[in-house]
């Protein structure tokens, strides 16, 4: 039965990553009726990034229930729910995880009665392999993008190849909040947000970590922290090659130099300066008037992603801010974003009405006479038959989505002897991506 006829809504997310679980969990809550309870059940993709328990903590969000699936196996069980389908399901993965239960999902509700609404788009600042993205993730109900900003060339680039684009659905980032900013703290506090991939070399990450300790010898009065996204071990959306602990390791810092970790909301509770190549938390220091600057050391350039500030105001040197440089951001540019400084987020109206067009499309298509019509990707073997069937196969999926004879899942719960293998099997797949491959990278590199 509809959301709009039971006042609550039962939402499932599939996420595959850290990043990903809370970019889809908060989403889903704030998809959810004002006035209306929610039942959220996370599942998350097994793979390299799956995030540890630790991550899960941190990222702060509650679920009613949350396990550990395959891809087939999620497709089996959406496949078994079609008598008490849900809600909504929201799909938090990367391009090609998207374009594969896309085809997955239409396999498996095949002349189902009804279906969720589904729901997917894209975790932050979108500076990257645009078309190829939005094109994966074409064919859910509702593509969220984060911005008015997004939203236009999201439309442009769907209407470019003649794909539809009504699904294209203005909203904005749902993880910003916190309280504004309301002038310095005692001591002042510099906050570099560190990314896992952002820059890639082992010089150029080195060179960004010199200058922040640096930043701190010539600031002794202030506290300079380097916020990191997760420890040794741990994985996270992008593969982190060269993490900063290791940097660290052996040098001498300064008494007011330390590295730490937590929810960036808290973080951002005491910071007087965010500095950042091009993390997301530069937008939810901008949404809460935090002083926040997008470094040009390196240069401003797409494989960076800090080309998506220009005209942002936030752009600056580190010479500049150890001369006491604050930017200032350009408050149309942050509206236009979907950052609501000042309470007026893309589009006008507040943070919190940034929701209510997504709840309405939802509602109305919940309440679609005769159900959903079956999910219709852009992709299909006949307009990319040498592309589709690839990302379809990592996925053990065949072309036509359904899995293929031998596809790894889990009809039933393994038992512990089995349980260890897969376990350790996990481990070594996960050493081998993150540990040796770099490794054969680089050494090909010499």
């Known amino acids: 039965m509809p959301a709009s006829a039971t006042k609550s809504l039962r939402v499932a997310v599939l996420a595959d990553s850290d990043t990903r679980w809370k970019w889809g969990a908060l989403t889903a809550q704030r998809l959810a ?59 938090a993965l990367v391009g090609g995880g998207v374009q594969a239960m896309l085809h997955g999902l239409r396999a498996a509700w095949a002349g189902a009665g009804e279906r969720p609404v589904v729901v ?7 500076y990257e392999k645009l078309t190829d993205g939005l094109l994966l993730r074409h064919g859910a109900d509702v593509v969220l993008a984060n911005s008015r900003h997004d939203a236009d060339r999201f439309r442009a680039v769907y209407e470019g190849v003649g794909a539809d684009a009504s699904a294209v659905t203005e909203v904005a980032l749902p993880f910003l909040g916190g309280a504004p900013y309301t002038g ?52 996270t ?30 973080v951002l509770d005491r910071t007087d300066l965010l500095v950042t190549v091009s993390s997301t938390a530069a937008l939810e220091a901008l949404h809460r008037r935090i002083p926040t600057a997008v470094l040009t050391d390196l240069g401003v350039r797409e494989v960076l992603g800090n080309h998506h500030f220009t005209g942002s105001g936030c752009l600056a040197s580190w010479d500049q801010l150890d001369a006491g440089h604050r930017p200032v951001a350009d408050e149309e540019w942050v509206a ?35 159900g959903l019509p079956p999910l219709n990707p852009y992709y299909t073997p006949v307009t990319a038959p040498g592309y589709l069937p690839g990302i379809l196969a990592r996925h053990h999926l065949g072309p036509d989505g359904v899995p293929l004879p031998g596809a790894p899942a889990a ?14 099997a996990r481990g070594a797949y996960r050493h081998g991506v993150q540990r040796v491959a770099p490794v054969i990278r680089r050494m090909g590199e010499l």
């Open 184 to 235: 310095e703290h005692d001591p002042y506090t510099v906050v570099f947000a560190a990314q896992p991939s952002v820059p890639d070399s082992r010089k150029d990450r080195a060179y960004l970590l010199n200058r922040l300790i640096g930043h701190a010898r010539r600031h002794p009065e202030r506290e300079v922290l380097l916020k990191l996204r997760s420890k040794p071990g741990e994985h």
């Open 33 to 91: 009726p004002k006035d209306a309870g929610i039942r959220l059940d996370g599942y998350l993709l097994r793979g390299r990034a799956t995030p540890t328990a630790r991550q899960l903590k941190e990222v702060g969000v509650q679920a009613d229930s949350l396990r550990e699936v395959t891809g087939v196996e999620f497709l089996r069980g959406m496949a078994g729910a079609v008598e008490d389908p849900y809600d909504v399901l929201v799909l």
């Open 120 to 126: 997917t788009g894209y975790v932050g600042v979108v």
């Open 336 to 370: 236009r974003q979907g950052v609501a400084a000042g309470g007026t987020p893309s589009g006008g109206g507040t943070y919190e009405t940034a929701f209510d067009t997504a709840r309405e499309r939802i509602a109305k298509l919940l309440d679609r006479p005769g």
């Open 237 to 266: 959306t992008h593969i982190e090659e060269l993490p900063y602990q290791k940097l660290a390791q052996g040098a001498d810092l300064p008494a007011n130099f330390r590295l730490v970790y937590g929810h960036m909301g808290e």
């Open 411 to 424: 009809d039933k719960e393994p038992g512990p002897v089995r349980q260890i293998v897969r376990r350790a």
